[in-house]
């Protein structure tokens, strides 16, 4: 039995494209983008995840596979070779830019470049951000009453110029920026003032702008961002202690010993205090090297006198000015010391002299004896 070459080079040809044919077909791919983001606006920036849903859909046998992205994104797969009627979910991760964005997730047999079936996904990324800040940070404690400066920073993250650039804010707050319009890769911060109001508080900037897509065609984008604080009421308190310096205090002193006092205020409330001042009930003057006192500080203020000798007791009273509304606080501590003519533990005590008293009735006598013998002599 002869057979013919060409025949059978025909036949050989045949089978290698039938196969080669069946393989290719024997794929699919379904490439989107998850959460319902295909298709979708999303902000630069935000994280995103495709999935790649390739499946053997071949009646028999097995294909070793291999799934790349033209993004050069790095794709995942759980396994290399799908059986007949198998399929699998691969998965790349990246960040949205700005602008139209499209990539193409490819599944190929190993081995080979032509035998490969592709599907794409496509979003656009929105070119325009905010960051919103409260005094430079969030989520402070701020007191009743203090300053507040928002920051409201737009960036343009695209390659296309944004005109009709506009800040706005949830709660009304009057928003001022220095241009409406960003060129690619520009940033501008916007910037708005209010003051503290008790509890918690948030605001939302939204900053809208225009670009040009397809040449001519206006499309608004949008992005917001939210910042909060909680304001704490405020609470003025003052502290006072006095007493009397060089450890003198309660002790007995001699008359005429110098003293001094020592007066320590402390602000012990939540708010800056102003026109702190110290009064003495004893008509002492107190002297203080300030009139101001932040939240937690203290000062010594201080008075002097001349012991006296008696017990002697003193009050000394601070004051001060703070809170919203502004409220007048005050604090007394008293001090004392016993005061002797003796002398004390001050030290250098009253010397004492021996009395020369005598009895009323021997001086008497002597008078009498000396008048007796006086008129004696004259007779």
Request: glycine share 12%; charged share 10%.
């Amino acid at each position: 039995m002869k057979f013919n070459s060409r025949v059978i080079l025909i036949a050989l040809i045949c089978l290698l494209v039938s196969v080669s044919a069946a393989s290719a077909c024997s794929l699919t791919i379904d490439k989107h983008l998850t959460n319902g983001l295909e298709g979708k606006n999303i902000p630069f920036g935000t994280p995103i995840t495709w999935n790649y849903i390739v499946k053997n859909i071949a009646n028999h046998g097995s294909v070793n596979v291999i799934v790349t992205d033209n993004k050069g994104v790095a794709v995942t797969c759980p396994k290399t070779t799908l059986a007949a009627g198998e399929s699998m979910t691969c998965t790349a991760s990246g960040t949205a830019v700005a602008g139209d964005y499209k990539n193409t997730g490819k599944v190929c047999i190993s081995g080979s470049t032509s035998e490969c079936v592709t599907d794409d996904s496509k979003y656009f990324g929105i070119p325009i951000t905010i960051d919103k800040l409260t005094n430079g940070a969030d989520g402070l404690e701020l007191i009743t009453g203090t300053p507040i400066t928002w920051t409201y920073t737009v960036t343009n993250h695209g390659t296309k110029t944004l005109t009709n650039v506009l800040v706005t804010d949830n709660k009304g707050v009057a928003v001022t920026c220095p241009k409406t319009t960003l060129a690619a890769g520009e940033s501008m911060t916007c910037t708005a003032s209010g003051t503290a109001v008790t509890g918690s508080y948030s605001n939302i900037g939204t900053a809208t702008g225009k670009i040009k897509v397809y040449g001519c065609e206006d499309k608004t984008v949008t992005a917001t961002d939210g910042s909060s604080y909680t304001g704490i009421a405020t609470n003025p308190h003052i502290g006072i202690v006095k007493i009397l310096a060089n450890g003198l205090e309660g002790t007995t002193i001699a008359a005429g010993t110098s003293i001094s006092w020592d007066y320590t205020v402390t602000n012990t409330g939540n708010v800056p205090l102003t026109t702190v001042g110290v009064t003495d009930d004893q008509g002492v003057i107190v002297t203080c090297p300030k009139t101001t006192l932040a939240v937690g500080e203290s000062m010594v203020c201080t008075g002097s006198g001349t012991a006296i000798a008696v017990p002697y007791s003193n009050i000394g009273t601070a004051t001060g000015f703070g809170g919203v509304p502004v409220t007048s606080v005050t604090a007394n501590d008293g001090s004392s010391y016993t005061g002797t003519a003796s002398g004390g533990s001050s030290g250098s005590a009253v010397p004492e002299f021996p009395t020369m008293a005598l009895p009323a009735a021997f001086i008497v006598g002597l008078v009498g004896i000396v008048l007796y013998v006086k008129s004696n002599r004259e007779i």
